[in-house]
């Protein structure tokens, strides 16, 4: 017996994983059955970048007979791939995730029949009250057993009543309100993750920002949230007339900054309000001038 498949684009070669979501109906030779006995399983996908989330709701699924679980993806592009090649029915789509989130997942399936979707989330308000509006359904982190069976059986029953090309337009819609580009295309909060709760931090607060592998450390006053983001994606999204690059691995709120103190070899400085001291490369001195402007 087979199960679903584990795709994760950390690995240049994909490694595959099986893992049981369920029984699965196996049909012997024998006497023909009445039409009316057999019921098509409900495909579905699980998408989510943290391994723990995956598995509760693998298990969730575990006890529903009406369903299939024919993959995990632990990345959206991944899940871009899974949701073309398996045409799955419904799939649980975490929001945020590293590089390419869940809107970003939707967005590059924009014009193809979408599969009915339920957002697993710790959004702000904000996106909460946009899946409401639009009347798609999401899981709020953390949620129990009743929430996601009730999210489950309204999504089954969009796909048994082949509703999916009105969903397909709410979704799109719902995209209208909460990419980038709409409103304010630049991040106002953060949602980070720790220890099974959210904590939001405000773009404003942050004094500067530094890489850590596939994670970032932002750096609030005397606090210090580690996010999982690369430093590219997360520069991609910061207001460029608010936050500078000023090395491979710094990323600095202008107005925090004190003053500039030229060191060897064309590097600089940089000391903030707060005390800490950064450094300007080399690589990256042609933001040199743009500084200077702001500062003066």
Sequence with gaps: MTGPILRDKTNSRRQLRLASCGPLI??????????????????????????LARERVR???AHEPEVECVGECADGTSAVEAIREQSPDVVFLDVQMPELDGF????????????AVVFTTAHDRF???????????????????ARFTTALRRAIDQVRRRQTGDLS??????????????????LQRIAVKSSGRVVFVKVEDIDWIEAADNYVSLHVGAEQHLHRETMSALEGQLAPDKFMRISRSTIVNMDRIKELQPLFHGEYAVVLRSGAKLTLSRSYRDKLDHLMGRMS
Aim: aromatic residues 6%; positive net charge; glycine residues 4%.
């Design 169 to 186: 337009q709410r979704l799109t819609a719902l995209l209208a309100d909460v990419r980038p580009e709409s409103k304010s295309k630049h």
């Design 59 to 61: 298990k969730l699924l």
């Design 127 to 145: 996106a909460l009250k946009a899946f409401e509006v639009h009347a798609v359904d999401y899981l709020l982190k953390p949620f129990d057993k």
């Design 26 to 51: 196996s049909l012997a030779p024998g006497p023909r059955l009445s039409f009316h006995l057999l019921t098509v399983k409900i495909r579905v996908l699980v998408v989510d970048d943290e391994p």
């Design 104 to 115: 970003g997942v939707l967005t590059q399936l924009s014009g193809e029949t979408m599969p």
